[in-house]
């Protein structure tokens, strides 16, 4: 079997709201082969910078584009080919954008291989250690108290028994900050977990003191308070403060990981397998639970990386809980024909070849940016 096209869609909503939501768009990858077999990814994250990654022409043998390099392949070598994309982008590429691009095309490459192979992804990685994960209903804070709490209340009422919130407006003053989580705490009960993310919005000492307040209102972890390279500052964090610290989203490669890790100290290791791949991300996991670390997913796009994280979070045996993004525009919660069954506060492991979704060729249409 052979790679016969590599190709991109690039998804996105028609209003762009001013905020850090990544549902808002996404890129798709998909892979066709000789046998008829076509494998699914995708990239979170920046859609024109990914397609110009994948679609860039030969400049030598450590710059060129990624399409170029696997027709003709064999998509079942993933370990392989990922390396070979590794060393034909090693003058431009070793992190970021480049690693995504890359995460994007391995996610599809390991579709195809579950299909071929007539087994679902979680049997390739080595076997599932359970069939179904916890989900938690991960949301943005809204611009009111009031409606921060009606989506709090929604998701207890759906099932879910963790809710997560984050990002602005959150995070620009003290006293903001503490009636927000008070109010969150008190929809959702005592019974349920609740995960802050602060999007990169304090230092270390401004962590530290947030922390000590938030202590009466037992958050499940504190996400991502700091800048994403002040793995010093996580350091100084994870030392002091008494709730988990959870980070990672932004990390494409195993070496951030390891630092994050080693040097940042955090609790709960955040993977985002259309960054990392399922390649990368395995090794990622291995690492993490060398170091004692638990393993959660970061999911804030569509039914792909759902499907994704899901197949990994399994076949994991350190994973902890998984992101489930709810914000309610088609891209997120209707990309996919065959979305995965989410029930009772539970993602359900699909039993299908490959990632067993696809996506609904109606809703690429509607929302692709040509």
Request: charged share 25%.
């Amino acid at each position: 079997m052979k790679i016969t096209d590599v190709e991109t869609f690039y998804l996105k909503l028609p209003n762009i709201e001013n905020r850090t939501d990544s549902s808002q768009d996404t890129l798709l990858i998909r892979i066709s082969t000789d046998a008829g077999i076509v494998g699914w990814g995708e990239v979170d994250g920046c859609p024109s910078v990914v397609q110009a990654i994948v679609d860039a022409p030969y400049s030598h043998t450590m710059v060129t584009g990624l399409k170029r390099l696997l027709i003709g392949e064999n998509p079942l070598d993933t370990g392989r080919l990922w390396s070979l994309m590794h060393r034909a982008t090693i003058f431009y590429g070793r992190a970021g954008a480049t690693l995504q691009a890359m995460a994007g095309i391995d996610i599809a490459l390991w579709d195809i291989k579950g299909k071929a192979l007539g087994q679902p992804i979680s049997t390739l990685l080595g076997g599932a250690f359970r069939d179904r994960m916890r989900v938690y209903s991960s949301n943005m804070f809204q611009f009111t108290i009031e409606a921060t709490v009606e989506r709090a209340r929604v998701a207890i009422d759906t099932g879910h028994t963790g809710v997560k919130f984050g990002w602005e407006p959150f995070g620009r003053d003290e006293r903001t900050d503490i009636a927000y989580v008070e109010a969150v705490r008190k929809a959702i009960g005592d019974d349920n977990d609740f995960m802050l993310d602060v999007g990169h919005a304090w230092d270390a000492k401004t962590t530290i003191r947030r922390a000590s307040l938030f202590e009466p209102y037992r958050l499940f972890w504190i996400e991502e308070p700091l800048h994403p390279d002040n793995y010093a500052g996580y350091g100084q964090v994870s030392k002091a403060c008494s709730q988990y610290i959870a980070a990672g989203e932004e990390e494409c490669s195993v070496a951030g990981f390891e630092r994050l890790i080693d040097e940042g100290g955090v609790d709960v290791v955040q993977i985002d397998l259309t960054r990392t791949g399922f390649t990368q991300a395995v090794r990622i996991a291995d690492y993490a639970m060398s170091r004692g670390r638990k393993v959660c997913n970061h999911n804030f796009t569509t039914d792909i990386n759902t499907a994704a994280s899901l197949h990994f979070l399994c076949a994991t045996e350190n994973a902890l809980v998984m992101e489930y993004c709810v914000e309610p525009n088609e891209i997120a919660r209707k990309l996919a024909r065959n979305p995965v069954l989410i029930r009772d506060g539970y993602a359900h492991l699909p039993t299908e070849p490959g990632l067993g979704v696809e996506p609904d060729p109606a809703i690429i249409e509607k929302y692709l940016v040509r």
